[in-house]
């Protein structure tokens, strides 16, 4: 999509991190912004600091885990601005600290798979009727570089990524087949200093019992390259909007993510034995 001038966006995920930034950048293109979060003082903030800025945004608490509240974001977002050009599909959560896949708790593999993988169901069940009735949009959903390498301790966090690569794969495909102008992009970050990658961050479910040493060891490595992380959430933003306007289905944050994914493909090959990198 190429020209974003007066076109409405609904972002989720939008009270913090990587949604606030792609929130802010959209309002700095000339766009009409839904800022959608869980029901908060940051997003009663974010909304205010950008509309008093004399950007047109709206601000709607929602749980992107239920399908009715994104139904009801649809259907205010429609009723304020008329239309949804753009739906950037962005809520996620890490979940539990990491430990080894067998030792994640069963709420916490729901939980996690329930907000990264059904809200981004949710907001396609939602938005792309609608969005058909129009002449064009785009959808963008945050996936991961998690969803494109071997990731070990987070399987929860890794397989929800790595599922919203093939769901937008398989609407790409969708939407060609029906002729529709609806692109879609599937952004990929690295490492960026946000809420997700904070000390501390988001564990919502957590389970009493410590991680294993390899597992403390993994998330010891994962909070060292957070704070060293160069590339900030606004860096993602601009890299979002570039690649939407190119037509750009993977968009990639970090430089090292093609030469770290390909790994995948040589071991398709047969010619890679998969080893655990050492962390940063
Ligand atoms: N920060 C990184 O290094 C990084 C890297 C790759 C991918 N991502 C992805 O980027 C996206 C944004 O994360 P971030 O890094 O900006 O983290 P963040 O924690 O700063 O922002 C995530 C936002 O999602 C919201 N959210 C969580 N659960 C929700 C729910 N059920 N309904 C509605 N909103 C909900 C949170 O309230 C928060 O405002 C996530 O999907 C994350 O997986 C982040």
Redesign the pocket.
């Known amino acids: 999509m190429q020209h974003l001038m007066g076109k409405t966006a609904v972002v989720?995920?939008?009270?913090?991190?990587?949604?606030?930034?792609m929130a802010g950048a959209f309002c700095r293109e000339g766009m009409r912004v839904v800022l959608?979060?869980?029901p908060?003082p940051?997003?009663t903030e974010a909304a205010h600091s950008l509309s008093d800025k004399g950007f047109a945004v709206l601000g709607v608490a929602?749980?992107?885990?239920?399908a009715a509240?994104v139904d009801a974001l649809a259907r205010r977002s429609i009723e304020h601005f008329g239309r949804v050009d753009v739906l950037c599909n962005?809520?996620?959560?890490?979940g539990d600290l990491p430990r080894e896949s067998w030792e994640h708790d069963l709420a916490n593999w729901r939980r996690v798979l329930?907000?990264?993988l059904m809200?981004v169901i949710h907001g396609i069940h939602s938005f792309i009727p609608l969005m058909l009735g129009q002449p064009d949009g785009h959808v963008i959903n945050?996936?991961?570089?998690?969803g494109l390498v071997a990731l070990p301790y987070l399987a929860p966090?890794a397989a929800s990524?790595a599922a919203l690569i093939a769901l937008s794969e398989s609407l790409e495909l969708e939407l060609n087949a029906l002729g529709a102008n609806i692109s879609v992009s599937v952004?990929?970050?690295?490492?960026?200093?946000?809420?997700?990658?904070?000390p501390g961050?988001?564990h919502?479910v957590c389970t009493a019992a410590p991680p294993s040493a390899p597992a403390q060891e993994f998330y010891q490595g994962t909070q060292k390259s957070?704070v060293q992380?160069t590339v900030s959430?606004d860096d993602v933003a601009r890299k979002a909007i570039e690649g939407m306007r190119n037509g750009q289905f993977f968009i990639l944050s970090h430089g090292g993510t093609l030469a770290t994914a390909q790994k995948r493909w040589q071991r398709l090959q047969g010619n890679f034995t998969l080893q655990q990198e050492p962390q940063a």
């Open positions: 989720t995920g939008a009270a913090s991190g990587l949604g606030l930034a959608a979060d869980l908060s940051a997003l929602v749980d992107v885990a239920d509240s962005n809520a996620g959560i890490a329930d907000v990264n809200g945050t996936a991961s570089m998690g966090y990524k952004l990929c970050p690295g490492m960026v200093q946000t809420g997700l990658t904070r961050m988001d919502s957070a992380a959430a």
